[in-house]
C-alpha cells in the first residue's frame, strides 16, 4: 500500500496566520492528492481534489499544490472555524490511503 | 443534494458480523458514474478506507488488503442502499465507520454522519 505521512502533527497557530500543511507519498501519485477538513463529531469534508483544485463553496483562503510525492495544503489567512483537523488521501491505487491528520490549534 | 443516511448497530459481540447500511437519495447506487465506500476511524489507526462498490455494465467490489478476508459491500438497488458486513470482529475493530460516494476523478465528496461501532462483550 502507499504510504501516506503527513506533517507536522499538529501546529499552533493565531487568525490571520498563513500556514502550510505537507504530505509526502511513499511513491508517485501523479496529482492524485486531496486534502480534508474535520471538526470533532464529524465526517471529513472535501476542501481540495486532484491537489490543487478548490471543491465549489470552500474559501479562497484554501490551497493546494504538488506532484508526484510532496503536496502542500495552504491556508493564506486563518479564520477562527478553520482549526480543525486535516487530512490528506491518495486514490491514486488502491488501498486508498490517508495521512495521519495534522491537528491545527489556537495559539 | 446528495445525501447517506447510516444504519446499524453500535455494539457487537467479539467474533461476530459487524452490519451496517447506507441509505443513498439525490443519486442512484446503479449510477456509471459513482462508487460507494466504506471508510472508518479510530484513534489507533486513523482514517482507514475498507473497501467499496460500483457499477459499471456490472458490480465490481474492491477492498483493502487488510480486511479482504472478512469484508463484503453489496448494493441493495431495490432499496438504493448498499450495506457493510465485516466477520469475525474483534475489538481492533471498534471504530467509527462511515460510508462515501466518489464519482470518477473524484474522491469521496459526499459522507454519511458515521456510526460509532464498539466491539466488546
Known amino acids: 500500500a502507499i504510504q501516506m505521512t503527513q506533517s507536522p502533527s499538529s501546529l499552533s497557530a493565531s487568525v490571520g496566520d498563513r500556514v502550510t500543511i505537507t504530505c509526502r507519498a511513499s511513491q508517485g501519485i501523479t496529482n492524485d492528492l486531496n486534502w480534508y477538513q474535520q471538526k470533532p463529531g464529524k465526517a471529513p469534508n472535501l476542501l481540495i481534489y486532484?491537489?490543487?483544485n478548490l471543491q465549489p463553496e470552500v474559501p479562497s483562503r484554501f490551497s493546494g499544490s504538488g506532484s508526484g510525492t510532496d503536496f502542500t495544503l495552504t491556508i493564506s489567512s486563518l479564520q477562527p472555524e478553520d482549526f480543525a483537523t486535516y487530512y490528506c488521501l491518495q486514490d491514486y491505487r488502491n488501498p486508498f490511503t490517508f495521512g495521519q491528520g495534522t491537528k491545527l490549534e489556537i495559539k | 443534494q446528495v445525501q447517506l443516511q447510516q444504519s446499524g448497530p453500535g455494539l457487537v459481540r467479539p467474533s461476530q458480523t459487524l452490519s451496517l447500511t447506507c441509505a443513498v437519495s439525490?443519486?442512484?447506487?446503479?449510477?456509471?458514474?459513482?462508487?460507494w465506500n466504506w471508510i472508518r476511524q479510530s484513534p489507533s489507526r486513523g482514517l482507514e478506507w475498507l473497501g467499496r462498490t460500483y457499477y459499471r455494465a456490472k458490480w465490481s467490489t474492491e477492498y483493502a488488503p487488510a480486511v479482504k478476508s472478512r469484508i463484503s459491500i453489496s448494493p441493495d438497488t431495490s432499496r438504493n442502499q448498499f450495506s457493510l458486513q465485516l466477520n469475525s470482529v474483534t475489538p481492533e475493530d471498534t471504530a467509527v465507520y462511515y460510508c462515501?460516494?466518489?464519482?470518477?476523478?473524484?474522491?469521496?465528496?459526499?459522507w454519511g454522519q458515521g456510526t460509532l461501532v464498539t466491539v466488546s462483550s
Open positions: 439525490g443519486d442512484s447506487v446503479s449510477s456509471n458514474r459513482a462508487a
Open positions: 486532484s491537489a490543487s
Open positions: 462515501a460516494r466518489d464519482t470518477t476523478g473524484w474522491p469521496p465528496d459526499y
